[in-house]
Structures are given as structure tokens and as C-alpha cells.
């Protein structure tokens, strides 16, 4: 979905259009569960934060000029913040349990690769690959200068590579 497309619904949405959510919902809720999931590691506490997602943007909902990078930025900080909620800010450095998928052994490798990242390098994979964000909506999100973002995304990239091609253990 393209921020054209995303700033109508949202417009929609602080109009009080319930479909519009209904909608923004449908098409976002994989993207943005997968990034929320990928910080805090439980099934469980990724839902509820995804809900809380949607029920803030139903309350209050802004009229952003890059409403994607709003959107990941919107739920990349809530999961954080359940993290500090539950006492576990340091869960998004460990390895998550992974999710139910056709490919089992191939999402243990993916999981195994991003477990081995720092939390700020894991973030930024994945707000650019599961957010179809532009590094520099990463780098705003993160508050990281561009080119530290690149920086860090070409490593964390290369290890991930060396680690699935059995260069570490």
C-alpha cells in the first residue's frame, strides 16, 4: 500500500470512518505484526501491541506526510515500550521463537541469522524489508544518521549471509 493510499485511509480514519480501519487493517496488519513480533518475541504480546496499534490510530488519528514510515515507527516504539512494560527491554537482543510457517527449518535459519544482530541492526533490516521503508525513513525512525543506517544494514546483511552459508556457528 502506497502513502497516497495510506494518507486517505487515515484521513478516513480521523473522519471516524470505521470501514477505512477496517481496511488500513487488512492491508497493513502482516507487515506491522511481523516488525512488532520480531522486537518482542511472543506471540501474545505482539497482538495486543498490534491492537493497541489500531486502537490509538481509532482514537487519535494524525495526518502524516509519510504515513508508512508513521506506521512502523507507530509500532516499532509500542513494541518497544511493551518490552519495558513486561521488565524485559534487553528480550529484543535475544532469540525469538518462531512462528508458524510452511517452511519451518528455512524460518529457524532466518530467526537463528537475525538473533545473531545487534537489536539496532535487527531493526533496521527489519523497518526496511518487512516495512518497505526507504533508509531514510529508517534512519528518522531510528535517529540514526543515513549513513550509519547503511552502514550498519550492508553489515548486518553480510553477516546474516555468512552465518546462513554455515560461516558461523
Known amino acids: 500500500m502506497y502513502d497516497r493510499e495510506l494518507n486517505e485511509l487515515l484521513c478516513r480514519i480521523a473522519a471516524g470512518d470505521g470501514a477505512a480501519l477496517e481496511t488500513l487493517y487488512r492491508e497493513m496488519k502482516t507487515p506491522l505484526f511481523t516488525v512488532i513480533y520480531r522486537i518482542v518475541g511472543e506471540r501474545t504480546l505482539a497482538e495486543d501491541t498490534l491492537q493497541e496499534l489500531f486502537v490509538q490510530l481509532w482514537r487519535s488519528c494524525p495526518a502524516?506526510?509519510?504515513p508508512r514510515a508513521y506506521l512502523f515507527?507507530?509500532?516499532?516504539?509500542?513494541?518497544?515500550?511493551a518490552l519495558r512494560e513486561k521488565g524485559d527491554v534487553d528480550a529484543f537482543d535475544e532469540a525469538s521463537e518462531p512462528a508458524a510457517a510452511e517452511d519451518a527449518v528455512e524460518k529457524l535459519d532466518l530467526d537463528a541469522a537475525l538473533a545473531r544482530l545487534t537489536?539496532?541492526?535487527?531493526q533496521i533490516v527489519l523497518l526496511h524489508i518487512h516495512g518497505g521503508l526507504r533508509f531514510r525513513e529508517v534512519?528518522?525512525?531510528?535517529k540514526e544518521p543515513l549513513g550509519t543506517v547503511l552502514w550498519r544494514y550492508r553489515r548486518a546483511l553480510g553477516q546474516?549471509?555468512?552465518?546462513?552459508?554455515?560461516?558461523m556457528k
Open 73 to 81: 515507527a507507530m509500532a516499532r516504539n509500542l513494541a518497544i515500550d
Open 64 to 66: 502524516p506526510q509519510k
Open 139 to 142: 534512519a528518522a525512525i531510528v
Open 119 to 122: 537489536s539496532e541492526e535487527r
Open 160 to 167: 546474516m549471509r555468512d552465518y546462513l552459508n554455515g560461516g
